[in-house]
């Protein structure tokens, strides 16, 4: 069974940090690029952050850039998003993406993934 299991989201104060996982089972994240997604109450679902294949390509929502970074570790089948420096407008759930684009092409957050996670709740407040 393919899947993709966030988790390290939690509550966290204004200026603080987290690092957020996306685990893969059932498959092998080497042929897949990955996204990082998010949707506040209210609002409709946006693009994050994603990384190649291979790794050398990323791309940043302007909201998150210089704040954010992804990274992933294909041995542990993992990628991890380490966010700092928190806002409240961070606010919201946050789902980990997959989908097998060429393995030299430039990650892109507008496009249809393949396959996606549960999600995991990050709040920031004071």
């Known amino acids: 069974q393919l899947q993709l299991v966030e988790s390290g989201g939690g509550l966290v104060q204004p200026g603080g940090s987290l690092r957020l996982s996306c685990a893969a089972s059932?498959?092998?994240?080497?042929?897949?690029?990955i996204g990082w997604f998010r949707q506040a109450p209210g609002k409709e679902r946006e693009g994050v952050s994603c990384i190649g294949r291979s790794g050398s390509s990323t791309g940043y929502a302007d909201s998150v850039k210089g704040r954010f970074t992804i990274s992933r570790d294909n041995a542990k089948n993992t990628v991890y998003l380490q966010m700092n420096s928190l806002k409240p407008e961070d606010t919201a759930v946050y789902y980990c993406?997959?989908?097998?684009?060429?393995?030299?092409?430039?990650?892109?957050?507008?496009?249809?993934?393949?396959?996606w996670g549960q999600g995991t709740q990050v709040t920031v407040s004071s």
């Open positions: 059932g498959f092998t994240l080497d042929y897949y690029a």
């Open positions: 993406a997959a989908h097998p684009f060429p393995v030299q092409a430039l990650c892109v957050m507008d496009h249809p993934y393949m396959y």
